[in-house]
């Protein structure tokens, strides 16, 4: 599994990114995907998550109404729309997935980090005031 984040850079407050991970290494369409974002002295947070199989999404209570996620099957890429963005969103973002088994898709709200065995690397995002 390889997963290649893109799409970070430099904002300003109440701008917009759009991150970017292009997944490979598997076939099945059974998985989760997630975004995680992680700021320097922080624990690495769950930001939204896309079950693929049935189109369903959650988002952390911070970035909810801000943030989209979305998908492409066709170039097995998911997309993080950022909008309105703040400076405490200046993290290092990263993509995961994770193949459901018994104990879950493990897209929910408040996922962690755990939940999700295959990561990327991740991609910089700097909101500026």
């Known amino acids: 599994v390889q997963l290649q984040a893109s799409g970070g850079g430099l904002a300003q407050a109440g701008g917009s990114l759009r991150l970017s991970c292009a997944a490979s290494g598997f076939t099945s369409d059974y998985y989760s995907i997630a975004w995680f974002r992680q700021a320097p002295g922080k624990e690495r947070e769950g930001v939204s998550c896309?079950?693929?199989?049935?189109?369903?999404?959650s988002y952390a209570d911070s970035v909810k109404d801000r943030f989209t996620i979305s998908r492409d099957n066709a170039k097995r890429t998911v997309y993080l729309q950022m909008n309105s963005l703040k400076p405490e969103g200046t993290a290092i973002y990263s993509c995961?997935?994770?193949?459901?088994?018994?104990?879950?898709?493990?897209?929910?709200?408040?996922?962690?980090?755990?939940?999700?065995?295959?990561w990327g690397q991740g991609t910089q995002v700097t909101v500026s005031s």
């Open positions: 896309l079950f693929n199989l049935a189109g369903i999404t």
């Open positions: 995961a997935v994770r193949f459901p088994n018994g104990a879950g898709h493990g897209c929910y709200r408040g996922m962690k980090p755990t939940d999700y065995a295959y």
